[in-house]
């Protein structure tokens, strides 16, 4: 059974040192995953890897069918997510490619399917949300930042919009008033799905470029400056995932205590 699953943001659709043992195609009660599971193994781990825009990168945020590719890991016997995120930066220190570890969320999308728990239902269900992230595998996510010495954020609010347009400069405005630091589309319903089957999850965010209005050129974002940031952060990525997977064993699960 793998120890971990690996959610790949944009400019991340494959793990290069991943030694695929086999791709697993699943159905779910909800549909199909973004893509079949590849299964393999990285640093010695039992690791299962799963894009979340599609192996060609062909699902838009909005599109995603999140709760299929959560369920489809929880059924595959994982109890730990790790969730790669390209994020704008908001707070003034998030600039690109750093990396964040996000520890709070607020959601903006809308008309998504969020839950699991809306038929069939003996009775009305509700889940504790207040801390949305694993500390112990945002802690796993920091110590490997932190032994790499590389430029991170161990904190921050990631405002979840709805996409697949970026924002306005006067929506970023808003978010910054909500205490949002950095700004991506893809961050719900995914953690929330994640607690509803009690997996532990954590993002790791990679900072792609500075939120709408917020860097230079009259703070209009270049999507060329995008790939750029994006394919030298996830090279980063795939560093701290190679740091932190060693030290998985030391970890124990929060939501197994829940
Ligand atoms: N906004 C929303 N999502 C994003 C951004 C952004 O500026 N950059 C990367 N993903």
């Not at 991506?184 to 965010?205: I, K, N, Q, V």
């Amino acid at each position: 059974m793998a120890e971990l699953a690996i959610i790949g943001g944009t400019g991340l659709t494959t793990l290069k040192n991943l030694e695929i043992r086999k791709r697993e195609v699943m159905r779910t009660p909800y549909g199909e995953p973004s893509g079949p599971l590849v299964h393999g193994r990285l640093c010695d781990k039992d690791v299962v890897f799963l894009p979340r825009h599609g192996h060609g990168h062909t699902i838009p945020p909005h599109m995603v069918n999140f709760r299929a590719n959560i369920w489809a890991l929880k059924e595959t016997g994982v109890d730990r997510v790790i969730a790669v995120a390209a994020v704008g930066g908001i707070e003034p220190g998030l600039k690109p490619p750093m990396l964040a570890i996000p520890d709070q969320i607020i959601d903006y999308t809308w008309s998504r399917k969020h839950t699991y728990f809306e038929s069939n239902l003996s009775q009305v269900t509700h889940i504790d949300f207040t801390h949305p992230y694993s500390e112990s595998l945002r802690r796993l996510l920091i110590d490997a930042a932190e032994k790499l010495g590389i430029a991170f954020v161990d904190h921050g609010t990631y405002g979840a919009t709805q996409g697949p347009r970026l924002e306005t400069a006067a929506e970023i405005d808003r978010l910054e008033r909500d205490g949002c630091t950095m700004v991506g589309m893809t961050g719900m319903p995914e953690a929330a799905l994640a607690r509803e089957l009690a997996l532990d999850y954590a993002c790791c965010a990679v900072v792609a470029n500075r939120a709408a209005g917020r860097g230079e050129d009259d703070g209009e974002i270049s999507l060329e400056a995008i790939d750029a940031n994006l394919s030298q952060g996830m090279e980063t990525v795939r560093h701290l995932l190679e740091t932190a997977i060693p030290a998985l064993d030391s970890l124990t699960n929060d939501c197994n205590s829940l």
